[in-house]
């Protein structure tokens, strides 16, 4: 375990301001942190099974040497965990333990876990103290900052939620080590997309450094520190997703339809690959409509074939439905206003903007070129 | 049907102020008052059989004048309606006629449906807007100001919730005449608390008035208007109930303790005759403490008992617990510290003040003398 000090992110959203520490050792920091913004609280941590294994037993020290003895709340692993019944659970638990609403609710997990947990935290007796503490990089690079919780609905993902903000987030970049590299991957595309939206910098020093931010030296906390202040930027210029926070979507138009397409079969597709690819065609659309340069979309496609994502549809393993089947899946997402799409396109790495009047005969004939059986075909 | 204009209260809560209107006739301009402020949207309604039967032809005519033909959603009549089942049911019934976040989730009901739907509203795509029409006369006086949302759990009532202010509410007082009187009186009773609590105008004026208030006349209208403006001053002060809306609960302590000594019993008691007794208590139990003249508690009490209100535990139908079990009800529903309670008592009518330190001791004697078997016996 290093014992060296942690990053600090400030997110500034006036009297919902808090902190991201970052780095290595946090769980063993995680009472003192608590109990230094929120003195005297109880607490319960709501984690699952698999992360449970992996480091309950490290959280329960660390908040043991804050006064923290907290109740355990644990869930089955997995998105079908973001449900009305699990959410029912989880407040039930909290209840048990006769948490009042200046307690505090620990999540300990990734994206389902924190984003039902602060859904939990957010109803029960109407808001509750908030800490998460995720444990897989696409967590701690995306759920940490922006405070959108949820559960799903049969009607689709993330449809039923509140916006709460954490008191404070602890990203631990030791408990990354115990991640299957193919889920580092997928949460490395997400954060390769801040540098694709606006920090052309951010996106230059990981086309140099990423090797060392996948084998987890200091680069690592850098690089989630930068993601996290890129977010944090975002969010506070559109705390409740009423504008400029659409930017945050590069990638995941084409990337959601994608992982529709393949039924959400995570081994076929998971999420933060379905960016990647959306990212790469992103680029090549927004090329390919004479925004930005081929070079460009040359540029990022290179990068993340270069880290081991898939960046092309071909990559997908399996068919995929035809050009036709996956505009539907787009506008099926989308509302299509006489004929036209929003999407997140660009002028180059870095320079993402909304575009409210997208052809969807455009996207349809572009879609037509990338597919792979046009490509074989052609 | 009246033409008479309505009423508008503003509840100023910076971006989240409204209106509150406030007259009769009022679900027939429902479409009117909700596209003036919410053009283009679209709308669900959410009731019960009981009210559905009664006002929804009239609120759908009202909203058809707008443009907005809504979907309606329809719940159980009841307490028991406020369930995680009912609200996953409400959520459905939402997302399944498509409604986007600008659209607007409508309310037509009681306290039940009021806070079953807009802690619907407050969770679907984390936030759609909300307009509330209060079909009780306790929901037009409480539930219509101060943005509390929730269901019960097992664990206790109204547990789980959000604050969501609505854009609009719409007090039809006409829709009070088809309220039994019992569930009228018990509305009354927490409209003559925001007399109590800092408006001894307020109660002065009920005294001389309330049997206009009763018959349905411009006085309804004036009544239910400065008990929301009372509500709303409180809540303005203290949106979150960090401090001074704590004064709300006036009559709460005790008649919480009676609702739940009766089991919920509506054919027993209903809240608001909880809160009368409760009330009437509060003034007795502060004259005891010599915090206020005893010709106070016996102006309360007269008026209480010249609306038909019930006003001391022997009202109550039925057999009480004895004191001491009254008592722990009382502890239960609190946080004990060092045997002290805290309590809403009052130096006079018009005077009420949170008081933090009320030994339990002086409330267990208190109970002791006013209840029925000690008074029976003594």
Redesign the interface.
Known sequence: MSTDQPVTVEVGLGDRAYDILIGSGLLLRAGEEISRRLPGTRAAVVTDENVAAAHLDTLKAGLEKGGIQPTVITMPPGEKTKS?AH??AV??GI??ARL?RGDVVIALGGGVIGDLTG?AA??????MNFVQIPTSLLAQVDSSVGG?T?IN????KN?????LQPKLVLADTEVLDTLPVREFRAGYAELAKYGLIDRPDLFAWLEANWEKVFAGGPERAQAIAEACRAKADVVARDE?ETGDRALLNLGHTFGHALEAATQYDGARLVHGEGVAIGMALAHRFSSRLNLASPDDAARVEAHLSAVGLPWRMSDIPGDLPDAEALLAFITQDK?VSRGALTFILTRGVGQAFIAKDVPASEVLSFLRESHPVSRKAG
């Not at 957010?122 to 808001?127: D, E, L, M, S, Y």
């Not at 449809?159 to 916006?163: A, E």
């Open positions: 009305f959410l029912e407040v039930d209840l048990a009042e859904f957010g109803i029960v007796r109407r808001g959108k949820g609905s049969p009607r689709g449809l039923v939620g509140v916006f409740f509302k």
